[in-house]
Protein backbone atom coordinates (compact mmCIF):
# COMPACT_ATOMS: atom_id res chain seq x y z
CA UNK A 1 0.00 0.00 0.00
CA UNK A 2 1.67 3.64 -1.09
CA UNK A 3 1.69 6.43 1.32
CA UNK A 4 -0.23 9.16 0.46
CA UNK A 5 2.22 11.65 1.88
CA UNK A 6 4.61 10.59 -1.13
CA UNK A 7 2.53 10.36 -4.18
CA UNK A 8 3.35 12.81 -6.74
CA UNK A 9 6.52 13.67 -4.99
CA UNK A 10 9.05 11.38 -6.78
CA UNK A 11 9.07 10.52 -10.29
CA UNK A 12 8.37 6.45 -11.13
CA UNK A 13 10.88 6.56 -13.86
CA UNK A 14 13.73 8.09 -12.83
CA UNK A 15 16.42 7.76 -9.81
CA UNK A 16 18.34 10.23 -7.82
CA UNK A 17 22.55 9.83 -7.33
CA UNK A 18 22.26 6.57 -4.86
CA UNK A 19 19.27 5.02 -6.90
CA UNK A 20 16.20 6.45 -4.95
CA UNK A 21 13.38 7.36 -6.26
CA UNK A 22 13.79 11.05 -7.41
CA UNK A 23 11.91 13.56 -5.84
CA UNK A 24 10.29 16.14 -8.35
CA UNK A 25 11.27 19.22 -5.86
CA UNK A 26 14.72 18.29 -5.05
CA UNK A 27 16.05 16.77 -8.10
CA UNK A 28 15.87 17.75 -11.88
CA UNK A 29 14.47 21.19 -13.82
CA UNK A 30 16.04 24.09 -14.09
CA UNK A 31 19.29 23.75 -11.92
CA UNK A 32 20.24 20.63 -13.21
CA UNK A 33 19.88 21.67 -16.87
CA UNK A 34 21.54 24.43 -16.36
CA UNK A 35 24.92 22.76 -15.41
CA UNK A 36 24.22 20.83 -18.10
CA UNK A 37 24.03 23.52 -20.87
CA UNK A 38 27.53 24.67 -19.25
CA UNK A 39 28.78 21.78 -20.27
CA UNK A 40 27.93 21.61 -23.67
CA UNK A 41 28.93 25.09 -24.37
CA UNK A 42 32.30 24.33 -23.05
CA UNK A 43 32.51 21.57 -25.22
CA UNK A 44 31.47 23.79 -28.71
CA UNK A 45 33.69 26.30 -27.21
CA UNK A 46 36.86 23.71 -27.50
CA UNK A 47 36.33 21.71 -30.22
CA UNK A 48 35.37 24.75 -32.62
CA UNK A 49 37.99 27.05 -31.11
CA UNK A 50 40.51 23.99 -31.99
CA UNK A 51 38.82 23.40 -35.68
CA UNK A 52 37.92 26.05 -36.87
CA UNK A 53 41.78 27.68 -36.72
CA UNK A 54 43.62 24.33 -37.29
CA UNK A 55 44.18 24.28 -40.96
CA UNK A 56 46.55 28.02 -40.17
CA UNK A 57 48.31 25.85 -37.54
CA UNK A 58 49.26 22.93 -39.70
CA UNK A 59 50.25 24.81 -42.50
CA UNK A 60 52.04 28.13 -40.71
CA UNK A 61 53.39 26.22 -37.54
CA UNK A 62 53.92 22.76 -38.44
CA UNK A 63 54.62 23.15 -41.90
CA UNK A 64 52.36 20.70 -43.61
CA UNK A 65 50.92 21.10 -47.15
CA UNK A 66 47.16 22.67 -48.11
CA UNK A 67 46.13 19.18 -48.77
CA UNK A 68 47.28 17.52 -45.44
CA UNK A 69 45.87 19.83 -43.70
CA UNK A 70 42.39 20.13 -45.12
CA UNK A 71 42.71 16.05 -44.63
CA UNK A 72 43.84 16.32 -41.14
CA UNK A 73 41.26 18.98 -40.50
CA UNK A 74 38.22 16.87 -42.33
CA UNK A 75 39.40 13.44 -40.58
CA UNK A 76 39.53 15.43 -37.53
CA UNK A 77 35.83 16.50 -37.52
CA UNK A 78 34.75 13.45 -39.65
CA UNK A 79 36.48 11.29 -36.36
CA UNK A 80 34.20 13.09 -33.82
CA UNK A 81 30.92 12.66 -34.81
CA UNK A 82 31.79 9.14 -35.97
CA UNK A 83 32.68 8.39 -32.50
CA UNK A 84 29.28 10.42 -31.71
CA UNK A 85 27.60 6.78 -32.40
CA UNK A 86 30.45 5.02 -30.15
CA UNK A 87 29.31 7.22 -27.15
CA UNK A 88 25.53 6.68 -27.84
CA UNK A 89 25.95 2.72 -27.76
CA UNK A 90 27.90 3.34 -24.47
CA UNK A 91 25.58 5.04 -22.25
CA UNK A 92 22.33 3.69 -23.53
CA UNK A 93 23.55 -0.30 -23.46
CA UNK A 94 26.33 0.27 -20.53
CA UNK A 95 27.26 3.14 -19.02
CA UNK A 96 24.47 5.31 -18.73
CA UNK A 97 24.51 9.57 -19.70
CA UNK A 98 25.90 10.56 -17.04
CA UNK A 99 29.09 8.69 -16.75
CA UNK A 100 29.67 8.86 -20.38
CA UNK A 101 29.65 12.63 -20.12
CA UNK A 102 32.06 12.44 -17.44
CA UNK A 103 34.59 9.97 -18.74
CA UNK A 104 34.43 11.55 -22.29
CA UNK A 105 34.63 15.34 -21.20
CA UNK A 106 37.71 13.73 -18.58
CA UNK A 107 39.04 12.72 -22.20
CA UNK A 108 38.68 15.38 -24.49
CA UNK A 109 40.19 17.78 -21.66
CA UNK A 110 43.49 15.42 -21.68
CA UNK A 111 43.39 16.20 -25.80
CA UNK A 112 42.80 19.74 -25.39
CA UNK A 113 45.87 19.29 -22.34
CA UNK A 114 48.29 17.63 -24.86
CA UNK A 115 47.57 20.50 -27.56
CA UNK A 116 48.32 22.90 -25.36
CA UNK A 117 51.84 21.66 -23.93
CA UNK A 118 52.80 20.34 -27.49
CA UNK A 119 52.73 24.08 -28.42
CA UNK A 120 54.45 25.36 -25.54
CA UNK A 121 57.58 22.90 -25.69
CA UNK A 122 59.90 23.64 -28.75
CA UNK A 123 61.33 20.49 -29.14
CA UNK A 124 57.66 19.07 -30.33
CA UNK A 125 57.38 21.59 -33.16
CA UNK A 126 59.29 22.09 -36.61
CA UNK A 127 61.61 25.37 -36.21
CA UNK A 128 60.00 28.60 -37.29
CA UNK A 129 60.43 30.03 -41.01
CA UNK A 130 58.92 33.00 -43.26
CA UNK A 131 57.28 30.85 -46.31
CA UNK A 132 58.19 32.39 -49.54
CA UNK A 133 59.22 31.26 -52.67
CA UNK A 134 63.07 31.58 -51.44
CA UNK A 135 62.64 28.99 -48.19
CA UNK A 136 62.07 25.78 -48.12
CA UNK A 137 60.16 25.11 -44.38
CA UNK A 138 61.13 21.97 -42.66
CA UNK A 139 57.91 20.15 -41.86
CA UNK A 140 56.63 18.68 -38.16
CA UNK A 141 58.95 15.18 -37.93
CA UNK A 142 57.41 11.79 -36.80
CA UNK A 143 57.26 11.82 -33.14
CA UNK A 144 56.14 15.72 -33.88
CA UNK A 145 53.20 14.11 -35.56
CA UNK A 146 52.29 11.80 -32.97
CA UNK A 147 51.63 14.03 -30.34
CA UNK A 148 49.70 16.15 -32.36
CA UNK A 149 47.25 13.49 -33.84
CA UNK A 150 47.40 11.68 -30.40
CA UNK A 151 45.69 15.18 -29.12
CA UNK A 152 43.44 15.79 -31.78
CA UNK A 153 42.19 12.29 -31.79
CA UNK A 154 41.81 12.04 -27.77
CA UNK A 155 40.17 15.43 -28.33
CA UNK A 156 37.75 13.89 -30.66
CA UNK A 157 36.96 10.69 -28.78
CA UNK A 158 35.70 13.27 -25.85
CA UNK A 159 33.84 15.29 -28.18
CA UNK A 160 32.10 12.22 -29.60
CA UNK A 161 31.17 10.80 -26.26
CA UNK A 162 30.09 14.25 -25.12
CA UNK A 163 28.44 14.72 -28.03
CA UNK A 164 26.24 11.88 -27.82
CA UNK A 165 24.85 12.65 -24.32
CA UNK A 166 24.54 15.55 -23.38
CA UNK A 167 21.15 16.92 -24.82
CA UNK A 168 19.62 13.21 -24.21
CA UNK A 169 20.49 13.90 -20.61
CA UNK A 170 19.37 17.55 -20.34
CA UNK A 171 15.82 15.91 -21.47
CA UNK A 172 15.73 13.09 -18.48
CA UNK A 173 16.38 16.33 -16.20
CA UNK A 174 12.47 17.59 -17.35
CA UNK A 175 9.50 15.02 -16.60
CA UNK A 176 7.06 14.70 -19.88
CA UNK A 177 3.85 13.64 -18.06
CA UNK A 178 4.00 17.10 -16.30
CA UNK A 179 2.93 19.96 -18.40
CA UNK A 180 4.88 22.48 -17.06
CA UNK A 181 8.07 20.93 -17.12
CA UNK A 182 6.90 19.42 -20.75
CA UNK A 183 7.20 23.29 -21.85
CA UNK A 184 9.94 23.86 -19.77
CA UNK A 185 11.92 21.07 -21.46
CA UNK A 186 11.19 23.11 -24.70
CA UNK A 187 12.71 26.06 -23.51
CA UNK A 188 15.45 23.64 -22.17
CA UNK A 189 16.41 22.98 -26.10
CA UNK A 190 15.58 26.64 -27.00
CA UNK A 191 18.67 27.87 -25.13
CA UNK A 192 20.66 24.53 -25.82
CA UNK A 193 20.84 25.62 -29.52
CA UNK A 194 21.39 29.40 -28.37
CA UNK A 195 24.34 28.01 -25.83
CA UNK A 196 25.52 25.99 -28.84
CA UNK A 197 25.97 29.09 -30.82
CA UNK A 198 27.58 31.34 -28.48
CA UNK A 199 30.14 28.63 -27.87
CA UNK A 200 30.74 28.70 -31.50
CA UNK A 201 30.45 32.49 -31.84
CA UNK A 202 33.04 32.87 -28.91
CA UNK A 203 35.09 30.40 -30.63
CA UNK A 204 35.46 31.83 -34.00
CA UNK A 205 35.91 35.32 -32.66
CA UNK A 206 37.73 35.54 -28.96
CA UNK A 207 39.23 32.64 -29.51
CA UNK A 208 40.94 32.91 -32.90
CA UNK A 209 42.08 36.67 -32.27
CA UNK A 210 43.86 35.23 -29.02
CA UNK A 211 45.34 32.31 -31.08
CA UNK A 212 46.49 34.79 -33.96
CA UNK A 213 47.72 37.34 -31.44
CA UNK A 214 48.74 36.23 -28.40
CA UNK A 215 49.40 32.38 -29.29
CA UNK A 216 48.23 29.16 -29.81
CA UNK A 217 49.68 28.16 -26.28
CA UNK A 218 47.07 30.64 -25.01
CA UNK A 219 44.43 29.89 -27.30
CA UNK A 220 44.30 26.38 -26.62
CA UNK A 221 45.11 26.47 -23.13
CA UNK A 222 41.81 28.84 -22.72
CA UNK A 223 40.78 25.58 -24.71
CA UNK A 224 41.92 23.29 -21.96
CA UNK A 225 40.44 25.30 -18.87
CA UNK A 226 37.12 25.77 -20.69
CA UNK A 227 36.57 22.05 -21.02
CA UNK A 228 38.35 21.40 -17.21
CA UNK A 229 35.49 24.53 -15.76
CA UNK A 230 32.82 22.51 -18.22
CA UNK A 231 33.35 19.38 -16.04
CA UNK A 232 33.71 20.74 -12.67
CA UNK A 233 30.48 22.61 -13.12
CA UNK A 234 28.26 19.43 -14.05
CA UNK A 235 30.32 17.23 -11.50
CA UNK A 236 28.83 19.82 -9.51
CA UNK A 237 24.99 18.80 -9.99
CA UNK A 238 25.42 15.13 -9.35
CA UNK A 239 23.41 15.12 -6.27
CA UNK A 240 20.34 17.24 -8.04
CA UNK A 241 20.37 14.91 -11.44
CA UNK A 242 17.75 13.01 -12.18
CA UNK A 243 18.75 9.32 -13.52
CA UNK A 244 17.00 6.98 -16.13
CA UNK A 245 17.80 3.26 -16.31
CA UNK A 246 19.70 1.91 -19.07
CA UNK A 247 16.53 1.51 -22.44
CA UNK A 248 19.59 -0.75 -24.77
CA UNK A 249 20.65 0.59 -27.92
CA UNK A 250 18.62 0.16 -31.17
CA UNK A 251 21.49 -1.23 -32.62
CA UNK A 252 20.77 -4.15 -30.92
CA UNK A 253 17.85 -4.90 -32.36
CA UNK A 254 18.82 -3.57 -35.77
CA UNK A 255 21.58 -6.31 -35.68
CA UNK A 256 19.51 -9.01 -34.18
CA UNK A 257 16.58 -8.75 -36.94
CA UNK A 258 19.58 -9.54 -39.05
CA UNK A 259 21.35 -12.29 -37.29
CA UNK A 260 17.59 -13.86 -36.79
CA UNK A 261 16.98 -13.44 -40.94
CA UNK A 262 20.21 -15.02 -41.73
CA UNK A 263 19.82 -18.11 -39.06
CA UNK A 264 16.63 -18.75 -40.72
CA UNK A 265 17.33 -18.09 -44.38
CA UNK A 266 16.83 -21.91 -45.59
CA UNK A 267 13.00 -21.74 -44.06
CA UNK A 268 10.16 -20.66 -46.65
CA UNK A 269 7.98 -17.37 -45.39
CA UNK A 270 4.22 -18.26 -45.21
CA UNK A 271 1.32 -16.88 -47.47
CA UNK A 272 -0.34 -14.89 -44.45
CA UNK A 273 2.09 -13.11 -42.58
CA UNK A 274 -0.81 -12.94 -39.61
CA UNK A 275 1.39 -16.08 -39.18
CA UNK A 276 4.30 -14.54 -38.55
CA UNK A 277 5.51 -14.02 -34.66
CA UNK A 278 4.23 -10.16 -33.46
CA UNK A 279 3.54 -8.45 -30.32
CA UNK A 280 0.31 -10.22 -29.45
CA UNK A 281 2.23 -13.60 -29.50
CA UNK A 282 5.07 -12.80 -26.76
CA UNK A 283 3.89 -13.51 -23.27
CA UNK A 284 3.17 -11.26 -20.90
CA UNK A 285 5.94 -11.87 -18.78
CA UNK A 286 8.60 -10.96 -21.89
CA UNK A 287 6.86 -7.87 -22.61
CA UNK A 288 9.35 -4.97 -23.10
CA UNK A 289 8.33 -2.09 -20.85
CA UNK A 290 7.53 -0.03 -23.07
CA UNK A 291 4.92 -1.45 -24.89
CA UNK A 292 5.31 -0.77 -28.99
CA UNK A 293 3.24 0.59 -31.81
CA UNK A 294 2.38 -2.59 -34.06
CA UNK A 295 3.17 -1.46 -37.27
CA UNK A 296 1.19 -3.18 -40.54
CA UNK A 297 3.28 -5.78 -42.94
CA UNK A 298 5.03 -4.06 -45.75
CA UNK A 299 6.08 -6.24 -48.97
CA UNK A 300 9.54 -4.55 -49.06
CA UNK A 301 13.05 -6.40 -47.92
CA UNK A 302 10.56 -9.08 -47.24
CA UNK A 303 13.81 -11.72 -46.87
CA UNK A 304 14.09 -9.95 -43.20
CA UNK A 305 10.43 -11.39 -42.51
CA UNK A 306 12.04 -14.71 -41.72
CA UNK A 307 13.03 -13.06 -38.91
CA UNK A 308 9.61 -13.60 -37.36
CA UNK A 309 9.21 -17.18 -38.56
CA UNK A 310 8.49 -19.60 -35.62
CA UNK A 311 11.23 -22.13 -36.01
CA UNK A 312 9.57 -25.35 -34.44
CA UNK A 313 13.32 -26.82 -33.87
CA UNK A 314 14.79 -24.16 -31.75
CA UNK A 315 14.26 -24.94 -27.98
CA UNK A 316 14.41 -21.76 -26.41
CA UNK A 317 13.68 -18.65 -28.35
CA UNK A 318 15.26 -14.82 -28.00
CA UNK A 319 16.00 -12.15 -29.60
CA UNK A 320 18.95 -13.23 -31.56
CA UNK A 321 16.71 -15.67 -33.49
CA UNK A 322 13.20 -14.64 -32.98
CA UNK A 323 11.64 -11.59 -33.22
CA UNK A 324 8.16 -9.58 -33.58
CA UNK A 325 6.75 -8.72 -37.22
CA UNK A 326 6.71 -4.90 -35.04
CA UNK A 327 10.62 -5.07 -34.69
CA UNK A 328 10.92 -6.01 -38.11
CA UNK A 329 8.98 -3.45 -39.62
CA UNK A 330 10.76 -0.69 -37.53
CA UNK A 331 14.16 -1.99 -38.79
CA UNK A 332 12.48 -1.50 -42.82
CA UNK A 333 11.51 1.70 -41.48
CA UNK A 334 15.34 2.04 -41.22
CA UNK A 335 16.50 0.99 -44.21
CA UNK A 336 13.55 2.33 -46.33
CA UNK A 337 15.33 5.88 -44.84
CA UNK A 338 18.72 5.18 -46.08
CA UNK A 339 18.52 6.62 -49.69
CA UNK A 340 17.77 10.02 -48.21
CA UNK A 341 20.48 9.65 -45.83
CA UNK A 342 23.08 8.65 -48.13
CA UNK A 343 22.34 11.57 -50.96
CA UNK A 344 22.39 14.20 -47.65
CA UNK A 345 26.12 13.15 -47.07
CA UNK A 346 27.50 15.32 -50.11
CA UNK A 347 26.37 18.49 -48.34
CA UNK A 348 28.43 17.91 -45.48
CA UNK A 349 31.40 17.60 -48.24
CA UNK A 350 30.82 21.31 -49.20
CA UNK A 351 30.44 22.41 -45.25
CA UNK A 352 34.23 21.00 -45.02
CA UNK A 353 35.61 23.16 -47.18
CA UNK A 354 34.46 26.68 -45.20
CA UNK A 355 37.01 25.64 -42.53
CA UNK A 356 39.88 23.84 -44.83
CA UNK A 357 40.63 25.78 -48.06
CA UNK A 358 38.17 28.95 -47.44
CA UNK A 359 40.25 29.89 -44.69
CA UNK A 360 43.37 29.05 -46.27
CA UNK A 361 42.11 31.68 -49.14
CA UNK A 362 41.52 34.00 -46.82
CA UNK A 363 44.92 33.67 -44.99
CA UNK A 364 46.53 35.29 -48.65
CA UNK A 365 43.85 38.28 -49.15
CA UNK A 366 43.58 41.38 -47.39
CA UNK A 367 41.73 41.17 -44.01
CA UNK A 368 42.53 44.84 -42.74
CA UNK A 369 39.38 46.85 -41.36
CA UNK A 370 40.97 50.20 -40.84
CA UNK A 371 44.19 49.10 -38.66
CA UNK A 372 42.40 45.99 -37.44
CA UNK A 373 43.49 42.98 -39.56
CA UNK A 374 40.71 40.30 -39.26
CA UNK A 375 41.82 36.55 -38.27
CA UNK A 376 41.30 34.39 -41.77
CA UNK A 377 39.35 31.86 -39.03
CA UNK A 378 37.15 34.49 -38.33
CA UNK A 379 34.89 34.87 -41.46
CA UNK A 380 32.86 31.41 -39.97
CA UNK A 381 31.50 34.64 -38.44
CA UNK A 382 29.53 35.08 -40.98
CA UNK A 383 29.10 31.45 -41.20
CA UNK A 384 27.22 31.10 -37.65
CA UNK A 385 25.70 34.63 -38.35
CA UNK A 386 23.88 32.88 -41.61
CA UNK A 387 22.51 30.02 -39.37
CA UNK A 388 21.12 32.66 -36.88
CA UNK A 389 19.85 34.78 -39.16
CA UNK A 390 17.99 32.24 -41.75
CA UNK A 391 16.19 30.16 -38.80
CA UNK A 392 13.90 33.19 -38.08
CA UNK A 393 13.62 33.87 -41.80
CA UNK A 394 12.40 30.79 -42.50
CA UNK A 395 9.87 30.78 -39.38
CA UNK A 396 8.25 34.03 -40.10
CA UNK A 397 8.59 34.60 -43.86
CA UNK A 398 9.13 31.60 -45.54
CA UNK A 399 6.90 29.49 -43.75
CA UNK A 400 3.35 31.33 -44.34
CA UNK A 401 4.16 32.12 -47.90
CA UNK A 402 4.96 27.87 -48.11
CA UNK A 403 1.93 27.37 -46.84
CA UNK A 404 -0.15 29.18 -48.63
CA UNK A 405 1.28 27.88 -52.06
CA UNK A 406 1.33 24.57 -50.85
CA UNK A 407 -1.17 23.66 -48.49
CA UNK A 408 0.84 22.33 -46.26
CA UNK A 409 0.48 23.70 -42.77
CA UNK A 410 4.24 22.63 -41.79
CA UNK A 411 5.85 25.00 -44.82
CA UNK A 412 8.30 23.03 -46.39
CA UNK A 413 7.96 19.19 -45.36
CA UNK A 414 11.63 18.01 -43.98
CA UNK A 415 12.68 16.84 -47.43
CA UNK A 416 11.82 19.72 -49.25
CA UNK A 417 13.99 21.93 -46.60
CA UNK A 418 16.89 19.49 -46.77
CA UNK A 419 16.27 20.18 -50.80
CA UNK A 420 16.44 23.83 -50.46
CA UNK A 421 19.82 23.17 -48.51
CA UNK A 422 21.68 20.69 -51.50
CA UNK A 423 20.66 23.78 -53.93
CA UNK A 424 22.11 26.56 -51.50
CA UNK A 425 25.05 24.50 -50.84
CA UNK A 426 25.67 24.01 -54.76
CA UNK A 427 25.58 27.74 -55.65
CA UNK A 428 28.27 28.17 -52.74
CA UNK A 429 30.41 25.90 -54.83
CA UNK A 430 29.68 28.09 -58.02
CA UNK A 431 30.54 31.62 -56.03
CA UNK A 432 33.00 30.10 -54.64
CA UNK A 433 34.61 29.00 -57.96
CA UNK A 434 34.60 32.25 -59.19
CA UNK A 435 35.52 34.23 -56.39
CA UNK A 436 39.14 31.70 -56.51
CA UNK A 437 39.16 32.95 -60.28
CA UNK A 438 39.15 36.42 -59.93
CA UNK A 439 41.33 36.51 -56.42
CA UNK A 440 43.44 34.30 -59.11
CA UNK A 441 43.97 37.32 -61.67
CA UNK A 442 44.90 39.89 -58.79
CA UNK A 443 47.50 38.00 -58.05
CA UNK A 444 48.72 37.12 -61.20
CA UNK A 445 47.97 40.93 -62.47
CA UNK A 446 50.09 42.15 -59.62
CA UNK A 447 52.95 39.51 -59.90
CA UNK A 448 52.25 37.43 -56.67
CA UNK A 449 52.02 34.08 -58.16
CA UNK A 450 54.75 32.85 -57.27
CA UNK A 451 55.19 34.59 -53.32
CA UNK A 452 52.83 32.15 -50.96
CA UNK A 453 53.45 34.98 -48.48
CA UNK A 454 52.37 37.70 -49.94
CA UNK A 455 49.25 39.63 -49.56
CA UNK A 456 47.06 40.02 -52.52
CA UNK A 457 44.95 43.24 -53.05
CA UNK A 458 41.54 41.67 -52.97
CA UNK A 459 39.05 42.05 -49.82
CA UNK A 460 38.46 39.06 -48.00
CA UNK A 461 34.60 40.18 -47.85
CA UNK A 462 34.54 38.29 -51.43
CA UNK A 463 34.40 34.82 -49.74
CA UNK A 464 31.59 35.96 -47.54
CA UNK A 465 29.20 35.01 -50.12
CA UNK A 466 30.23 31.36 -50.02
CA UNK A 467 30.18 31.59 -45.97
CA UNK A 468 26.76 33.06 -46.17
CA UNK A 469 25.37 30.26 -48.55
CA UNK A 470 26.31 27.58 -46.86
CA UNK A 471 25.62 28.98 -43.52
CA UNK A 472 22.07 29.47 -44.94
CA UNK A 473 22.01 25.93 -46.33
CA UNK A 474 23.07 24.27 -43.29
CA UNK A 475 20.32 26.07 -41.39
CA UNK A 476 17.97 24.20 -44.07
CA UNK A 477 19.73 20.43 -44.17
CA UNK A 478 20.64 20.60 -40.74
CA UNK A 479 16.94 21.00 -39.31
CA UNK A 480 15.62 19.04 -42.21
CA UNK A 481 17.97 16.39 -41.78
CA UNK A 482 16.96 16.23 -37.71
CA UNK A 483 13.08 16.75 -38.19
CA UNK A 484 13.43 13.86 -40.80
CA UNK A 485 15.21 11.27 -38.61
CA UNK A 486 13.01 12.18 -35.46
CA UNK A 487 9.89 11.59 -37.39
CA UNK A 488 10.31 8.69 -39.39
CA UNK A 489 12.67 6.91 -36.98
CA UNK A 490 10.28 4.01 -34.98
CA UNK A 491 8.95 5.17 -31.57
CA UNK A 492 11.85 4.27 -29.14
CA UNK A 493 14.43 4.46 -30.95
CA UNK A 494 15.47 7.64 -29.42
CA UNK A 495 19.41 7.61 -30.40
CA UNK A 496 18.94 6.14 -33.62
CA UNK A 497 17.84 9.74 -35.09
CA UNK A 498 20.94 11.40 -33.96
CA UNK A 499 22.91 8.51 -34.44
CA UNK A 500 22.24 8.62 -38.13
CA UNK A 501 22.01 12.42 -38.72
CA UNK A 502 25.16 12.63 -36.85
CA UNK A 503 26.72 9.98 -39.37
CA UNK A 504 25.85 12.05 -42.55
CA UNK A 505 27.98 14.87 -41.03
CA UNK A 506 30.81 12.44 -40.39
CA UNK A 507 31.19 10.92 -43.80
CA UNK A 508 30.82 14.39 -45.27
CA UNK A 509 34.11 15.14 -44.03
CA UNK A 510 35.53 11.79 -44.87
CA UNK A 511 34.33 12.21 -48.33
CA UNK A 512 36.17 15.68 -48.45
CA UNK A 513 39.39 14.27 -47.31
CA UNK A 514 39.43 11.47 -49.72
CA UNK A 515 37.91 13.47 -52.88
CA UNK A 516 41.01 15.81 -51.76
CA UNK A 517 43.57 12.97 -51.38
CA UNK A 518 42.49 11.76 -54.93
CA UNK A 519 42.78 15.09 -55.90
CA UNK A 520 45.88 15.69 -55.06
CA UNK A 521 47.22 12.56 -56.33
CA UNK A 522 45.98 12.69 -59.64
CA UNK A 523 46.80 16.47 -60.13
CA UNK A 524 50.13 16.30 -58.20
CA UNK A 525 52.57 15.76 -60.92
CA UNK A 526 51.38 17.70 -63.47
CA UNK A 527 49.29 21.01 -62.51
CA UNK A 528 48.41 20.43 -59.29
CA UNK A 529 44.65 21.71 -58.07
CA UNK A 530 45.77 22.01 -54.29
CA UNK A 531 49.64 23.02 -54.01
CA UNK A 532 51.36 24.42 -50.70
CA UNK A 533 51.05 27.87 -52.55
CA UNK A 534 47.08 28.68 -53.77
CA UNK A 535 48.48 31.00 -56.15
CA UNK A 536 50.00 28.89 -57.94
CA UNK A 537 46.32 26.37 -58.23
CA UNK A 538 43.64 25.69 -59.67
CA UNK A 539 41.17 25.82 -56.58
CA UNK A 540 38.69 26.88 -58.36
CA UNK A 541 38.54 23.47 -60.06
CA UNK A 542 38.30 21.49 -56.83
CA UNK A 543 34.97 23.66 -56.02
CA UNK A 544 33.82 23.25 -59.44
CA UNK A 545 34.19 19.01 -59.37
CA UNK A 546 32.44 19.95 -55.75
CA UNK A 547 29.43 21.84 -57.66
CA UNK A 548 29.24 18.63 -60.70
CA UNK A 549 28.79 15.92 -57.71
CA UNK A 550 26.70 18.56 -55.56
CA UNK A 551 24.49 18.54 -58.92
CA UNK A 552 24.76 15.05 -59.43
CA UNK A 553 23.63 14.04 -55.99
CA UNK A 554 20.51 16.60 -55.78
CA UNK A 555 19.46 14.75 -58.95
CA UNK A 556 19.58 11.33 -57.40
CA UNK A 557 18.09 12.94 -53.67
CA UNK A 558 14.87 14.21 -55.84
CA UNK A 559 14.15 10.64 -57.37
CA UNK A 560 14.52 8.69 -53.54
CA UNK A 561 12.39 11.91 -52.29
CA UNK A 562 9.82 11.36 -54.57
CA UNK A 563 9.42 7.54 -54.01
CA UNK A 564 9.96 8.12 -50.24
CA UNK A 565 6.07 7.93 -48.07
CA UNK A 566 6.16 9.39 -44.85
CA UNK A 567 5.44 6.88 -42.06
CA UNK A 568 2.16 8.61 -41.16
CA UNK A 569 0.51 8.66 -44.35
CA UNK A 570 1.94 4.70 -44.70
CA UNK A 571 -0.18 3.89 -41.49
CA UNK A 572 -2.82 6.17 -42.37
CA UNK A 573 -3.40 4.56 -45.93
CA UNK A 574 -3.27 1.29 -43.31
CA UNK A 575 -5.79 2.57 -41.32
CA UNK A 576 -3.83 3.10 -38.21
CA UNK A 577 -3.47 6.08 -36.17
CA UNK A 578 0.18 6.88 -35.59
CA UNK A 579 0.36 7.16 -31.58
CA UNK A 580 2.45 10.84 -30.47
CA UNK A 581 5.56 9.93 -30.12
CA UNK A 582 7.99 11.61 -27.23
CA UNK A 583 9.20 14.65 -28.53
CA UNK A 584 12.97 14.24 -28.88
CA UNK A 585 15.47 16.67 -29.37
CA UNK A 586 19.50 17.04 -30.14
Known sequence: MSLPVTQGKTLPDAWDYKGRPAERSKSGGWTSAAMILGVEACERLTTLGIAVNLVTYLTETMHLGNATSATTVTNFLGTSFLLCLLGGFIADTFLGRYLTIGIFATVQATGVTILTISTVIPSLRPPKCTRDNTTTCIPASGMQLIILYLALYLTALGTGGLKSSVSGFGSDQFDESDPKERSQMTNFFNWFFFFINIGSLGSVTILVYIQDNLGREWGYGICACAIVIGLVVFLSGTRRYRFKKLVGSPLTQIAAVFVAAWKKRDLQLPSDPALLFNIDDVADGLKKKKK?????????????????????????????????????????????????????????????????????????????????????????????????????????????????????????????????????????????ALTEIKRLRVASSHGLTNDPAAQIPLSVFWLVPQFLLVGAGEAFTYIGQLDFFLRECPKGMKTMSTGLFLSTLSLGF???????????????????????????????????????????NLAIYLVFAKWYVYKDKRLADEGIELEEAEPTFH
Open 292 to 432: KQKLPHSKQFRFLDKAAIKDPSVQEANKWNLATLTDVEEVKLVLRMLPIWATTVIFWTVYAQMTTFSVSQATTMNRHIGNFQIPPASLTVFFVGSILLTVPIYDRLIVPIARKVLKNPQGLTPLQRIAVGLVLSIIAMVAA
Open 510 to 552: FVSSLLVTIVHKVTGNKKPWLPDNLNQGRLYDFYWLLAILSCL
